[in-house]
């Protein structure tokens, strides 16, 4: 594996080590508690100040099985956030990309994730500029074009969640196998999912009930694509933007905990379950957007340009799985969860664009 683990936390953040890695003579170091709002898994953060306050800022994450009811759910067993750095799966990432792990070490019951500290970068539930989300779109493109078919993405020894991983990891039965003492979010999920019933169409949710017991069909159905490396979380609460410079403005992607071996529209129809009343055009236009930019990139690359046929099944699964993924979150968002009026009369209006992909992706599915 091109990069290695240190062999503790403390060896990580040795003065000495901690320059190496970095570059910048370090010769202090402080470690100061931080709370994110949006943190849900149950991983420990800290702020790392360097040189009393006049070197690099950084965020180290403590991620654990232990107390992370994520990674218990998705068969996390060598954290996926570490193996993509271990293996140089995120050196590879373009370069519109900032580095989103800085060093990785191992301890007693769990790892230890360096990073940047990007604070002040991210977009965390504001509506996003144009040009932001053509620039998140652009950057996803071509993630997803650099590792299109990549086998090292599929490998067991990364770890990347599987379909059924992403498919299945907020649903009741896995909410109640892993939700006892995980916080706010497991209860969530079986209170969106009951709420799910109400508000959609009795067609929809005959669709999608069935996958949330056996996710098969559409993992099925998916499989036939080719698969790339899926961030699989891609939400405002992970994005940033570092302003401009002669290469541009750079996009901030951080927590890998999710990231899947998956085909694109799988990214896609996350993006739009977790970001929708940010988007600053439609839907559709999202998604024409995505389309072509993947093309582009995918020809750039030598890549044969996706069938245009292919590509539309392949949306219509995603967008299925979308819902099947965060219908109980958009249910909630639509009724009664922390969001202001802005934002709850978009979410009550976006069930029925839900409905009609979940009642478009459903004759896709294989039985």
Partial sequence: MPHTLDRSLEALLDPKRLSEHTGALITHIERVP??????????????????HGSGPSFV??????????????????????????QYALLDRLPAVFAPPVEACAVEEDGWAILMRDYTDSFVTNR?????????????MAEMHAVYWGDPLVRDPAVGLCTLEDVYSMFTPRIARRYGAGAGEIPGRILEGRQLVRDVMPGEAVRVVEPLLEDPGPLCRALSKFTHTLVHGDFRHSNLGILPGSDAGARVVLLDWQ?????????????????????????????????????????????????????MTRELRLGMLGGFVQDGWAIALKAG???VGDDAREHWKADLEWWAEQVLRGVSLLEH
């Fill in 336 to 338: 009664h969860w922390h």
């Fill in 34 to 51: 931080l709370s994110a709002e949006f943190a849900h898994s149950g991983s420990g953060l800290e702020f790392i100040r360097t040189n």
């Fill in 60 to 85: 180290l994450k403590r991620v654990a099985a232990e107390w992370d009811w994520l990674m218990r759910a998705t068969r996390d067993f060598r954290c996926r956030s570490v193996t993509l750095w």
């Fill in 258 to 310: 999710l990231a899947a071996a998956a085909p694109p529209m799988v990214e896609l129809g996350r993006y739009i379950g977790a970001n929708s009343p940010l988007l600053p055009v439609d839907k559709e236009e999202t998604l024409a957007y995505y389309l072509e930019q993947l093309a582009r990139h995918l020809e750039a690359r030598g890549h044969q340009r996706p069938d245009e046929n292919a």
């Fill in 127 to 139: 509506r996003f500029t144009l040009a932001e989300h053509r620039l998140f779109l652009e950057a």
